[in-house]
């Protein structure tokens, strides 16, 4: 019996520490996200329906067009980490570097946005307070892309060299800032302004470039220069940005497929229905947080993961740890979405200031949620760990297939065909995460990503972990 079968015969819970020990920091580290987001919806819910429906449409449409540049500086983590794996340490640094270049895109994207907002918003069919108020918001919020993108890098880096804490302490204290930020700016304390949804989007901008300040104080600080040579790798590198570039172009359009077709779904399917609707949307989609986002931490976990074990050339180490994170996500997140939907009437009443329409109908979306929770845990952990393996392109293609040829078309089928409104669009949306997570885990179990070479620029002794010898190989 070899090495790799009888590591293929580990108990079903076997790596849960090393599972916990990366992505655990970085679970604190999104749920202090999600709450900071909360708060913001919980905030500008005193404001009025109409407030919270917006920042929940403008905030979905700010953050899916920035996937464009954050998709690509996201693949950070699996170079950094198929690198570290390998012990080329220098490397680490120089595609970090190369990532936080790529969020210059950032800038270049919020010129571009700035005057489109106003027809980008028009179009969508809602009242004329949502539309202003959705214009208010998204056009703050497009002013942080850079620091989104460098963020994004910076965050790579340290996941992937086994140092999680410090995107996680870099998190808590931004979104901690966020809270104060929201405060003063959405109500005008302490003689500000009051800027209502606007600053709302200011307090997340100034809390992002708060984050983005610690984590790179940290990155340069001489502790990491001397393991990584931070300070001295900093110069533009095109074969490695190409590198980046091939491998993270496809992975940041699946996540803009990805995101985008969930704003679509938002704002020009539920919005079309009305401020009651699209606010109970924004109060459900705020719980669902709670119930993936810390599912989202494992998900960044296990990409580095992943890539840590292929650098090392352990395939069977990569796939038991995988299973491993989906039964921690699934077992969370079926424990918060029974919570939710048992309670989810309570909880709404008692933290968000809305109508009891609202309440009505965001504890029914809720319902639904509950029932693709395990599912969903199945998704976010295939997605992670595919990412690691650079198994970008074919994340593409499926992305689009499924989120263009089946969740829409059902969501309009049970939305207008049968005129059930975000109730409807909400049961298309159950179907099509249970379809998926059937696709995702059929091809990690597969391994058709094991042939996949993401470095067209290596040594001889360190081409493909699985013998494969054509430099470039993105994809099998």
């Given at each position: 019996?070899?090495?790799t079968q009888v590591r293929l015969q580990e108990a079903p819970w076997t790596g849960t520490r090393e599972v916990l020990s990366i992505s655990g920091p970085l679970i604190l580290g999104m749920l202090s996200y999600t709450i900071m987001e909360f708060v913001d919806k919980v905030m500008c819910s005193y404001l009025g329906t109409d407030a919270l429906a917006a920042v929940g449409s403008a905030g979905i449409a700010s953050f899916t067009l920035?996937?464009?540049?954050?998709?690509i500086a996201s693949i950070v983590t699996t170079f950094v980490a198929q690198c570290y794996g390998r012990e080329e340490y220098e490397l680490c640094a120089r595609y970090c570097w190369q990532g936080m270049y790529i969020s210059i895109l950032g800038i270049v994207f919020a010129i571009i946005l700035w005057p489109l907002a106003p027809a980008l918003f028009g179009s969508m069919g809602h009242n004329e307070v949502v539309t202003r108020y959705e214009l208010e918001y998204f056009r703050v919020r497009v002013l942080g892309y850079f620091f989104v993108g460098a963020t994004t890098a910076l965050a790579g880096f340290f996941q992937s060299v086994s140092k999680p804490r410090i995107p996680m302490y870099a998190a808590i204290i931004a979104n901690t800032t966020n809270i104060l930020f929201n405060y003063v700016l959405i109500f005008g304390k302490f003689g500000f302004p009051r800027m209502e949804v606007a600053g709302a989007a200011a307090a997340t901008v100034l809390s992002t470039v708060l984050q983005c300040i610690v984590m790179l104080w940290c990155f340069l600080h001489p502790h990491f220069d001397r393991s990584y040579q931070t300070r001295s790798s900093w110069a533009f590198d095109w074969k490695r940005l190409r590198e980046m570039i091939t491998i993270g172009m496809p992975a940041?359009?699946?996540m803009f497929l990805d995101v985008a077709n969930w704003w679509i779904f938002t704002s020009f399917i539920i919005g079309r229905f009305g401020a009651v609707q699209l606010a109970a949307n924004t109060i459900a989609v705020s719980f669902m947080h709670i119930g993936f986002l810390p599912a989202v931490g494992l998900n960044h976990g296990v990409a580095t993961i992943v890539g840590q074990w292929l650098g090392r050339r352990d395939?069977?180490?990569?796939?038991?740890r995988t299973y491993t994170a989906i039964r921690i996500a699934g077992v969370y997140m079926v424990i918060m979405g029974l919570t939710f939907a048992l309670f989810g009437n309570i909880l709404i009443s008692v933290i968000f200031r809305a109508e009891m329409d609202v309440v009505r109908l965001g504890h029914k979306l809720l319902i639904?949620?509950?029932?693709?929770q395990a599912f969903d845990a199945v998704n976010i952990i295939c997605v992670g760990a595919l990412k690691g393996a650079g198994d970008t392109?074919?994340?593409?293609?499926i992305t689009f297939i499924m989120s263009y040829l089946v969740f829409l078309p059902l969501a309009l089928i049970f939305a207008f065909y049968f005129q059930w409104g975000a109730f409807g669009a909400w049961m298309g949306a159950t179907i099509f995460i249970i379809l998926l997570s059937g696709v995702l885990f059929r091809r990690f179990q597969g391994e058709g990503w094991r042939h996949i070479n993401i470095f067209t620029h290596t040594s001889p002794e360190s081409v493909s972990l699985a013998g494969s010898t054509e430099p470039g190989c993105a994809q099998e």
């Open positions: 019996m070899t090495a920035c996937t464009l540049f954050m998709g940041a359009i699946s395939i069977a180490r990569a796939k038991a639904l949620a509950a029932l693709f392109r074919w994340m593409m293609y």
